[in-house]
């Protein structure tokens, strides 16, 4: 909630879902938390045996809580 200290909301180790050129994929993640901050890490290589993620689209869908 701070941007400092992070919660993980979904793991994926050998996921091939995005192996491929132009690939796309949605993961769903259940939580009954609201949440300010999203940070996506990784921590291996990529499809093409590089250590860099490019993302060209990011979408969330839920609830939208505004705390003002």
């Known amino acids: 909630m701070d941007g400092i200290q ?27 938390e609201s949440y300010r901050f999203f940070r996506i890490l990784q921590t291996g ?4 045996n590089h250590n860099f993620l490019v993302i060209s689209g990011f979408e969330f869908y839920g609830m939208l809580y505004d705390n003002a």
């Open 45 to 48: 290589h990529n499809s093409s």
């Open 6 to 32: 992070w919660k993980t909301l979904k793991r994926h180790n050998n996921d091939k879902s995005l192996n491929g050129p132009y690939a796309t994929h949605s993961w769903p993640v259940q939580t009954t």
